[in-house]
């Protein structure tokens, strides 16, 4: 009998880098054990690297990004890592940053841990940055494709910087995900590949012929040589060149996979199952069936888009701006003013005391649409408080009304009625925002009347695992 299969998942999220060890449960032919798993907060914003990118820019130092990816490795047992036969990555979608082929890394050999560090590489401008303003993105070319093209989005990104830094462009002459890079780099590929998942949330890529808008492109002046190459999300990007934390060398990498798609695979037991997200930003995703396509004709204002996933089918999924990050941003609202009355708060401690507080109070007049960072379908769009009483400004019913906001607002987006006419009859729930705050869940339940679980902090990275694990499966019965 075969040894059963150990994998390792990766995800590259916005705010954290998670990774998890799985094994093939050796009686159940889809069962896995989780052997061993951690997160650690990446913290790598960074200033922007064009000046012209203005206040709403959004980078990340991706140096920072990999210290904080090698950290998590570093903290997995080497028994472990030493077993695995397989990696799968996902990571932040649309993002994009450029290197050097050749000299995208470096590595450290000989240590007891062999690991690369970031060479001639970019920042990574993300998915948040908001430079592509709507004037702007009107004077960019139609897309042939169903989806629309919005701020964050690395094809707009890569035309704000050819029309502000052209200089910049001719650095560099590859380009990917936060997550390409990486597969590229553990696989020394000689240019990124990237799959269909990917692709779709760069702009200007038609899901059906599976290619990239080059002759539309091009005929933009858009520099196509930085566009990767396109592969099967299931399939395998290469093997690893060098050993890395004791995984041997030649171990097979999977195409890096976008973290939606990722937390899908983890999570959706069932097709109808509606998987929810909720972490930096939220996500709510339903299986549409086998043969669906979706319309050629992007429809900016829709709040639904239709994204691929495995095999050729299509999740629907809601995907709103606002989510953690919003919570992020009233806990550092109170932390500074806090400061400001001459008093020290760490992040933390205000986290835990108005999760706490809004547990307390369990109902709320308060409204509060929470769209700090519009919407893709309405870009300008701001939040707002309204139904302000005197009764209702205690920490419990504004951080109430707030948890609330951020779900009934993906609630507009993808009502629960939609996805009953889909045929859904269960919503799973993750993310790492979900995960630690009781009253998110709570609100999660009560916007939608259908039964609802809650999964783990690692789905994503668990889903890539699983992804490699189930292709592993196949392979060895053939």
């Given at each position: ?92 979608m649309h ?48 897309p ?48 990124p ?6 692709a ?18 091009r005929?933009?002046?858009f ?10 999300p ?33 999570c ?22 086998s ?86 379908h ?48 269960r ?18 339940q ?27 499966r ?5």
């Amino acid at each position: 009998m075969a040894a059963p299969s150990v994998v390792l998942g990766i995800d590259l999220g916005t705010t954290s880098v998670k990774a998890a060890v799985v094994e093939a449960a050796p009686d159940d032919p889809s069962g896995f054990v989780v052997l061993a798993s951690c997160v650690r907060a990446a913290r790598a914003e960074a200033a922007a690297q064009s000046a012209a990118a203005g206040p709403q820019a959004r980078e990340q130092d991706v140096s920072r990004i990999i210290q904080t990816l090698n950290e998590c490795l570093a903290a997995l047992p080497r028994q472990q890592l030493r077993r695995v036969r397989g990696i799968g990555v996902s990571g932040q979608m649309h993002g994009v940053l450029f290197w050097k082929t050749g000299h995208g890394c470096e590595w450290t050999e000989g240590g007891a841990a062999p690991v690369f560090t970031p060479g001639a590489v970019s920042h990574l401008v993300t998915w948040q940055d908001g430079r592509c303003g709507s004037e702007f993105l009107a004077s960019l070319p139609r897309p042939d494709s169903h989806l629309s093209v919005a701020t964050g989005f690395g094809c707009a990104t890569i035309f704000w910087l050819l029309k502000h830094s052209p200089e910049f462009l001719k650095c560099y002459d590859a380009a990917g995900t936060i997550h390409d890079y990486v597969v590229a780099m553990l696989c020394d590929l000689p240019r990124p590949l990237m799959s269909d998942q990917n692709a779709a949330s760069w702009g200007y890529f038609n899901t059906q012929s599976q290619s990239w808008n080059s002759e539309i492109l091009r005929a933009s002046g858009f520099p196509v040589h930085l566009l990767p190459d396109i592969a099967e999300p299931a399939s395998v990007a290469g093997r690893t060149a060098h050993a890395w934390f004791e995984i041997p060398k030649g171990t097979p990498v999977g195409v890096a996979l976008g973290d939606l798609q990722a937390s899908v695979y983890s999570c959706m037991a069932q097709r109808t199952d509606a998987v929810l997200n909720i972490s930096t930003s939220v996500q709510l995703a339903a299986s549409m069936p086998s043969g669906f396509q979706p319309a050629q004709t992007p429809d900016p204002a829709a709040p639904v888009a239709y994204f691929p996933y495995f095999d050729r089918t299509y999740l629907a999924v809601a995907a709103s701006l606002n989510g953690g990050n919003v919570l992020a941003t009233f806990v550092q609202m109170l932390v500074r003013w806090t400061a400001d009355l001459g008093v020290e708060v760490e992040e933390s401690t205000v986290y835990s005391r108005m999760i706490q507080a809004a547990a307390e109070q369990r109902d709320t007049c308060l409204t509060i649409t929470p769209t700090v960072l519009g919407e893709r379908h309405l870009p300008d769009q701001l939040a707002s408080v309204t139904r302000i009483s005197s009764s209702a400004l205690s920490l419990g019913h504004v951080t109430r009304a707030l948890c609330r906001g951020i779900v009934q607002n993906l609630h507009s987006m993808l009502p629960s009625q939609q996805l009953r006419e889909w045929g859904v009859e269960r919503v799973v729930s993750s993310g790492s925002a979900l995960s630690r705050n009781e009253v998110l869940k709570q609100e999660v339940q009560r916007a939608f009347p259908l039964p609802v679980s809650f999964g783990q902090d690692v789905d994503a990275a668990l889903g890539a695992a699983l992804v490699m694990l189930q292709r592993h499966r196949h392979r060895e019965e053939s």
